[in-house]
């Protein structure tokens, strides 16, 4: 197989694992195919390459990828997947010469700051424009974040594992949640926890334990047949008006929001708030009602401070590849 110009990005998640093949032209990198695995029916990413690759007659010049899971030296071994990425076993298992592997979320930052502003919605309408730092959150299998850190002339992605930081209550019906949850989990308990699709339905048994609302007949019927129970969350609260799944939705925002200023203030993210994953694209309603800013806000002396900052939602879910894709471009640059 002959080396070209061609570039392969990847986003390695929990749930799913997404590839794309793309040409590096004079205007840039042109979307060639791409393909969509489900990760856990793979022993690893290697596998899953050579069989995206397969029949290809030009090999990548190089490939860059982003994976859930902390990355020291060229390794990874992923947070929700049995398995452990290298750049030099996959190098030497494809013959890409060149490989290399961001977390997921440092990929998905690089990919938000060049979404156009149609891909954007702004849920803060006090929000006044600046130029800095830019914190980054998503909630989809887990909770990543990442900060674009601004040097004063361009932004650097930073990855980090703040979603696995300690969840930290700030109302008596979040002290029952985490007391509900130390004992589901023996200990422990992170924002994971909750801001993830695992974590909509433990919010949903919390508040189905406090008996907040019945439980619907149908809920039950749709879990028992396979249904992802976070999917089902956001879904029955808008389509079939749940009163738990609205109520679950209501507590998982409001906690969002809270962890979303937390890191804003720790990122000290003049430019802003970006939020990736496919949670808060999927339920727009709930996101934008109002409880999620509330949230984001309120954080004493500096809520003035908070209430001025941009905070938008990324409805393009591919921004973790399209990150990887331009990490990849500049390898061979």
């Given at each position: ?12 998640g929990?749930?799913k ?5 793309y040409q590096l ?6 979307p060639?195919?791409?393909g969509?695995?489900?990760?856990i ?5 290697e596998?899953i ?19 859930a899971?902390?990355v020291?030296?060229?390794r ?10 290298e750049e030099s ?6 013959g ?7 977390n997921?979320?440092?990929a998905?930052?690089?990919?938000l700051?060049r979404l ?5 919605v ?6 006044q424009?600046?130029i800095g730092n830019?914190a980054v ?5 887990g909770?990543g974040?990442a900060m ?7 932004h650097?992605a930073i990855?980090?594992?703040g979603?696995h930081?300690?969840?930290a209550?700030?109302s ?13 989990f023996d200990?422990h ?6 801001l993830?699709?695992?974590g909509l339905?433990n919010v ?8 907040i ?12 047949s ?7 969350i956001?879904?029955?609260a808008a389509?079939?008006?749940?009163p ?7 507590l998982?925002v409001?906690?969002?929001?809270a962890e979303?200023?937390n ?17 808060a694209a999927?339920?727009l309603?709930?996101?934008?009602n109002?409880d999620?800013?509330a ?6 002396r500096f809520s003035e401070?908070m209430?001025?900052?941009s905070v938008k939602?990324?409805l393009?879910?591919?921004s ?7 990490n990849?471009?500049?390898l061979?640059?």
């Amino acid at each position: 197989m002959e080396l070209g110009n061609l570039l392969l990005a990847g986003d390695i998640g929990g749930t799913k694992t997404k590839l794309a093949l793309y040409q590096l032209g004079e205007n840039g990198l042109m979307p060639l195919r791409e393909g969509t695995y489900k990760s856990i029916n793979h022993d690893g990413l290697e596998g899953i390459i050579s069989d995206f690759l397969a029949g290809s007659e030009t090999l990548p010049a190089a490939a860059s990828f982003g994976v859930a899971g902390p990355v020291n030296d060229g390794r990874c071994r992923t947070t929700n997947l049995p398995w452990v990425v290298e750049e030099s076993v996959i190098s030497n298992h494809t013959g890409i010469p060149v490989v290399r592997l961001l977390n997921d979320l440092q990929a998905m930052a690089l990919g938000l700051a060049r979404l156009p502003q149609e891909d954007l919605v702004e849920l803060n309408p006090n929000a006044q424009a600046s130029i800095g730092n830019i914190a980054v959150i998503a909630a989809g299998t887990g909770c990543g974040e990442a900060m674009l850190y601004w040097d004063g002339q361009t932004h650097h992605a930073i990855a980090t594992e703040g979603g696995h930081a300690d969840f930290a209550p700030n109302s008596s019906e979040q002290d029952g949640l985490l007391r509900f949850l130390r004992a589901k989990f023996d200990g422990h308990v992170s924002y994971e926890r909750i801001l993830s699709g695992p974590g909509l339905y433990n919010v949903y048994q919390y508040l189905a334990d406090k008996r907040i609302a019945p439980e619907s007949a149908a809920f039950r019927d749709a879990l028992i047949s396979g249904e992802d129970p976070g999917k089902l969350i956001g879904q029955f609260a808008a389509m079939e008006n749940d009163p738990l799944c609205r109520e679950t939705l209501r507590l998982f925002v409001s906690v969002y929001g809270a962890e979303a200023g937390n890191w804003a203030l720790k990122a000290l993210a003049y430019g802003g708030l970006l939020i990736g994953g496919g949670i808060a694209a999927k339920n727009l309603a709930a996101m934008t009602n109002g409880d999620f800013m509330a949230s984001f806000r309120d954080k004493g002396r500096f809520s003035e401070w908070m209430g001025k900052l941009s905070v938008k939602i990324a409805l393009n879910q591919d921004s973790g590849l399209l990150g990887a894709a331009h990490n990849a471009a500049k390898l061979i640059a």
